[in-house]
């Protein structure tokens, strides 16, 4: 069975911080992985997607980084905002399937 | 903009009182996905059409059905709501063509309580 693993399940920062998530998976055969951010009582919204190739995207302050030989990914956010705080999804596709592997997501809260 | 809008954003029904929510797009996908999301658990599919196709889940409950009119909407009904169905319901479109499934995109959710 696909799973998809998050860590930590939560985190608490400090506004201009930096942080990083963490997401394992066992998908296989892997076609792609996306980090989605999802706002409370919003839907998730893509962030990036990294193919088999890739080894880091990035999108703004968000980078994510793919290591598909050990099938593990990170989130870094740099320099924290407010509106950084969410939930941030990791979600791998499996190459045959439509279905998505979903984590359970780990929740960033950015303090001032 | 093109975009996936659900309605009503907030749905308040009592047990056992059948319930219908709505989702519509503008991006003129072939796909569309209905999801159940719990506090702080990933999404699972209920199910999706691709066009006209339906293609329920395995471990969907039969309480829990959806109606495609045409390719702009998708409707999810609930037959017989339970206290274990509150949950927000997420829909989502993507554009599928032949086994190939690119980038789903996520409507703003329909919050549901069960009373």
């Known amino acids: 069975k696909n799973q998809v693993e998050q860590s930590p399940q939560s985190l608490i920062i400090l506004e201009g911080k930096n942080c990083t998530l963490q997401?394992?998976?066992?998908?296989?055969?892997?076609?792609?992985l996306r980090w989605y951010k999802q706002d409370t009582g919003r839907g998730p919204v893509s962030l990036t997607i990294?193919?088999?190739?890739?080894n880091t995207k990035s999108n703004g302050r968000y980078t994510a980084t793919l290591d598909a030989d050990t099938k593990q990914s990170s989130l870094h956010i740099t320099a924290s905002q407010l509106s950084d705080s969410a939930s941030y999804i990791c979600?791998?596709?499996?190459?045959?399937?439509?279905?998505?592997?979903f984590g359970a997501g780990t929740t960033v809260t950015v303090r001032a | 903009d093109a975009m996936v809008i659900q309605n009503p954003r907030y749905q308040v029904t009592q047990f056992g009182k059948p319930v219908t929510l709505s989702c519509s797009q503008t991006?003129?996908?072939?796909?569309m996905y209905w999801y159940q999301q719990k506090s702080s658990q990933a999404p699972k599919l209920l199910f999706h059409?691709?066009?006209?196709?339906?293609?329920n889940e395995a471990d969907t409950p039969d309480n829990f059905q959806s109606r495609r009119p045409n390719t702009s909407f998708c409707f999810l009904d609930i037959r017989s709501p339970g206290l274990g169905d509150a949950a927000m319901y997420l829909c989502?479109?993507?554009?599928?063509?032949?086994?190939?499934?690119?980038?789903?995109?996520f409507g703003p959710g329909t919050r549901l309580t069960v009373l």
């Open positions: 059409y691709y066009d006209k196709d339906f293609n």
């Open positions: 990294m193919t088999f190739s890739e």
């Open positions: 989502a479109t993507a554009q599928g063509g032949g086994t190939d499934y690119n980038e789903q995109f």
């Open positions: 997401c394992n998976y066992t998908v296989s055969p892997f076609s792609n």
């Open positions: 991006l003129n996908h072939n796909v």
């Open positions: 979600v791998v596709r499996d190459f045959n399937d439509y279905k998505l592997s």
